[in-house]
């Protein structure tokens, strides 16, 4: 994985900081120590990809950090209806600040975004339809012991987006739970 960082993508993505100066990138470690330096994407229509590569980027190196773990309690886990009612309030469709702290006073991601339909494509990607027009795509893109406990957890990716709208974002985060009864609970995102 951490040579994934080093790779060439075979293009550049342009960015911009905001004295004016520009730079491509083109491969995930540029990227990090570019958008740590300031710059972010030359052309505003292209944030959502820069961000979406930032995030794909800090997946693969949270990915790295995974060892073999000792004990599981995901290991018949799969994505279904109930994952909004196992995980926490974190993985909430936030778009604004006041949504942010409301969704920090619930305790799950359904309470948050009252998921009315959800579409499997398989036991590790699906695809959560909220009440306000929303949807999140979940899809678990590795397992493994991350923060040395011994007890296996797993990384997904969320993208978000609205059916009747432009927007959308990416996110990332690691999740564990302690029994397979449990909830989840995030130990790490970005």
Excluded at 21 to 40: P, Q, Y
Excluded at 55 to 64: G, I, K, N, R
Excluded at 103 to 120: F, G
Aim: aromatic share 12%; proline share 1%; net charge negative.
């Amino acid at each position: 994985m951490q040579l994934r960082n080093s790779l060439d993508w075979g293009y550049g993505l342009e960015l911009a900081n905001a004295s004016g100066d520009t730079k491509s990138v083109s491969n995930c470690k540029d990227l990090a120590t570019a958008n740590s330096a300031g710059f972010t994407a030359a052309k505003a229509y292209e944030y959502g990809v820069f961000k979406a590569y930032l995030t794909q980027c800090q997946t693969w190196s949270e990915m790295a950090k995974l060892t073999a773990s000792k004990r599981s309690f995901i290991s018949k886990f799969k994505l279904d209806d109930n994952f909004p009612n196992l995980t926490p309030s974190a993985l909430a469709f936030v778009i604004s600040n006041e949504s942010a702290e409301k969704a920090k006073t619930l305790s799950t991601w359904d309470e948050a975004d009252h998921i009315q339909r959800t579409h499997v494509s398989s036991e590790v990607r699906a695809e959560y339809f909220d009440a306000t027009d929303g949807f999140q795509v979940i899809t678990i893109v590795a397992k493994g012991d991350y923060n040395a406990d011994g007890i296996e957890d797993i990384v997904i990716e969320k993208e978000n987006s609205v059916l009747s709208g432009s927007y959308s974002s990416s996110h990332g985060y690691v999740l564990t739970r302690m029994s397979e009864q449990s909830l989840f609970k995030v130990l790490a995102e970005w």
